[in-house]
């Protein structure tokens, strides 16, 4: 039995299955090593990332910055009490105060970006003494309880009862609007709407709306101008506070430091996790000093055994001085312009990509049978990625394959952007060819 067989028929007796995007089965490949923006498998067959892993190695694979400051770390302190300081907690707090926007100054550090997003909403809860939460419907927050009950975009099936008092908004999805309307003439009806629902549902105890700023898992939905804006009106006319989901927006990946700043919001908080920790899984989640001040008054606590390990930490450090001082915000524009270029160039050969979106290295396609119809096209979108992975391209399908997300890593050169949209001609050319006509 060759190398790939053995691991596999042992993860098929060891390892638990039901992964993401596994797809249920146990297969190959098995992945052994990465650097910038490729990964190796057991075969020594090599793949270009765009998926940057689990999107965690947005800065690409084993920086060299980020594995330094791991072996610094590995010499020093890995783990400390969680609840005593460490240097590199402190530093961190100090580095992150300093890229997020204005007044958010206050940071706690966990590991996932369930657990921020969990931490979000409860100090949103104990600040504001009410517990009802509202995300639009498009939303991935995590698959912890209280993030899983505010994720609308899937993953809910067969999870029993979620907890009470999360409700959904109507997700500004303008490319196929729930309320029939067109961007600007609408003047934001799915807000309006949304708003007027969760009034009449309302037990008089709101807390907080959990947004993306751009839906990734929903199928990296862009909302309209002006829309976090309004919502952000809406929120303080309720006395509910806002809570920014950046982890996959964040810290340079749109091109911007947040993506928040091109809409001129400042929310009442921000969760970061994903390249934060540049592979190495830390979150965070930053408030105002005047909330934090008025929960912890409250008693307010949540840490876990790993929350501000020197180890994850220092990756956290590693990560924000390669964001700040490698000019990432730029380089990720940069790299999404030339592939948004591919891809418009792509949508000129082929009628089925209806729409491109996103920015920075965050981007997606929306596959659909013809553009008239705008029917969603699943199956040439898992025929495309089918063909792109054999090949050795990863990135990911969303909307039930309708919707190509790629995440190319910070890293990539043009001529890897180039050789990614030629595979992608090249498998549409072979998935329509052998469509039944
Ligand atoms: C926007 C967003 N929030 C939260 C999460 C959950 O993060 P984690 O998987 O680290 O718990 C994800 C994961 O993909 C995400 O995309």
Same mark, same amino acid.
């Given at each position: 039995?060759?190398?790939?067989?053995?691991?596999?028929?042992?993860?098929?007796?060891?390892?638990?299955?039901?992964?993401?995007?596994?797809?249920?089965?146990?297969?190959?490949?098995?992945?052994?090593?990465?650097?910038?923006?490729?990964?190796?498998?057991?075969?020594?067959?090599?793949?270009?990332?765009?998926?940057?892993?689990?999107?965690?190695?947005?800065?690409?694979?084993?920086?060299?910055?980020?594995?330094?400051?791991?072996?610094?770390?590995?010499?020093?302190?890995?783990?400390?009490?969680?609840?005593?300081?460490?240097?590199?907690?402190?530093?961190?707090?100090?580095?992150?105060?300093?890229?997020?926007?204005?007044?958010?100054?206050?940071?706690?550090?966990?590991?996932?970006?369930?657990?921020?997003?969990?931490?979000?909403?409860?100090?949103?809860?104990?600040?504001?003494?009410?517990?009802?939460?509202?995300?639009?419907?498009?939303?991935?927050?995590?698959?912890? *309880?209280?993030?899983?009950?505010?994720?609308?975009?899937?993953?809910?099936?067969?999870?029993?009862?979620?907890?009470?008092?999360?409700?959904?908004?109507?997700?500004?999805?303008?490319?196929?609007?729930?309320?029939?309307?067109?961007?600007?003439?609408?003047?934001?009806?799915?807000? *309006?709407?949304?708003?007027?629902?969760?009034?009449?549902?309302?037990?008089?105890?709101?807390?907080?709306?959990?947004?993306?700023?751009?839906?990734?898992?929903?199928?990296?939905?862009?909302?309209?101008?002006?829309?976090?804006?309004?919502?952000?009106?809406?929120?303080?006319?309720?006395?509910?506070?806002?809570?920014?989901?950046?982890?996959?927006?964040?810290?340079?990946?749109?091109?911007?430091?947040?993506?928040?700043?091109?809409?001129?919001?400042?929310?009442?908080?921000?969760?970061?996790?994903?390249?934060?920790?540049?592979?190495?899984?830390?979150?965070?989640?930053?408030?105002?000093?005047?909330?934090?001040?008025?929960?912890?008054?409250?008693?307010?606590?949540?840490?876990?055994?790993?929350?501000?390990?020197?180890?994850?930490?220092?990756?956290?450090?590693?990560?924000?001085?390669?964001?700040?001082?490698?000019?990432?915000?730029?380089?990720?524009?940069?790299?999404?312009?030339?592939?948004?270029?591919?891809?418009?160039?792509?949508?000129?050969?082929?009628?089925?990509?209806?729409?491109?979106?996103?920015?920075?290295?965050?981007?997606?396609?929306?596959?659909?049978?013809?553009?008239?119809?705008?029917?969603?096209?699943?199956?040439?979108?898992?025929?495309?990625?089918?063909?792109?992975?054999?090949?050795?391209?990863?990135?990911?399908?969303?909307?039930?394959?309708?919707?190509?997300?790629?995440?190319?890593?910070?890293?990539?050169?043009?001529?890897?952007?180039?050789?990614?949209?030629?595979?992608?001609?090249?498998?549409?050319?072979?998935?329509?060819?052998?469509?039944?006509?």
């Amino acid at each position: 039995m060759d190398q790939e067989a053995d691991l596999l028929a042992r993860a098929r007796r060891y390892s638990f299955g039901g992964r993401m995007d596994g797809g249920g089965g146990v297969a190959g490949p098995v992945f052994v090593s990465g650097s910038g923006s490729e990964v190796e498998d057991v075969n020594g067959k090599r793949y270009l990332d765009f998926n940057a892993g689990q999107m965690c190695a947005a800065l690409g694979h084993n920086h060299p910055t980020v594995t330094a400051a791991i072996k610094r770390a590995c010499d020093t302190l890995i783990h400390a009490h969680s609840s005593h300081f460490n240097i590199e907690e402190i530093r961190l707090a100090e580095r992150l105060a300093g890229v997020m926007p204005g007044g958010l100054d206050k940071s706690l550090f966990l590991q996932s970006g369930s657990e921020a997003n969990e931490a979000a909403v409860a100090i949103a809860r104990r600040y504001t003494g009410g517990y009802e939460v509202a995300s639009p419907h498009v939303s991935f927050h995590g698959l912890s *309880d209280t993030a899983r009950s505010l994720t609308f975009a899937g993953w809910r099936d067969g999870q029993g009862a979620l907890p009470a008092g999360n409700y959904a908004l109507i997700a500004p999805y303008c490319y196929r609007c729930p309320l029939r309307q067109s961007f600007p003439a609408c003047n934001y009806a799915c807000l *309006d709407a949304s708003f007027e629902l969760l009034d009449a549902q309302s037990t008089g105890r709101p807390a907080a709306v959990l947004t993306e700023p751009l839906f990734s898992a929903g199928g990296v939905i862009e909302p309209p101008p002006g829309w976090l804006r309004r919502l952000h009106e809406l929120c303080r006319a309720r006395g509910m506070l806002l809570i920014l989901d950046e982890e996959q927006t964040g810290l340079g990946k749109l091109g911007t430091m947040f993506a928040c700043e091109t809409e001129g919001v400042t929310p009442d908080l921000i969760t970061v996790a994903k390249h934060f920790g540049g592979g190495v899984g830390i979150s965070a989640v930053t408030t105002t000093a005047e909330i934090e001040e008025t929960v912890v008054a409250r008693g307010f606590t949540v840490t876990h055994s790993h929350s501000n390990d020197p180890l994850a930490c220092a990756a956290g450090n590693a990560s924000l001085e390669v964001i700040e001082n490698e000019n990432v915000p730029a380089r990720a524009a940069a790299i999404g312009t030339c592939f948004k270029g591919h891809l418009a160039a792509l949508a000129q050969r082929w009628e089925q990509i209806g729409d491109v979106r996103g920015r920075g290295i965050l981007i997606g396609i929306e596959l659909v049978e013809d553009r008239h119809s705008r029917r969603p096209a699943h199956a040439l979108g898992r025929a495309v990625h089918r063909y792109c992975f054999e090949r050795g391209l990863i990135f990911s399908l969303r909307r039930n394959g309708s919707v190509l997300r790629f995440v190319p890593p910070v890293s990539t050169s043009e001529a890897q952007l180039d050789r990614a949209a030629a595979l992608l001609d090249a498998a549409f050319a072979a998935a329509l060819s052998t469509r039944p006509q």
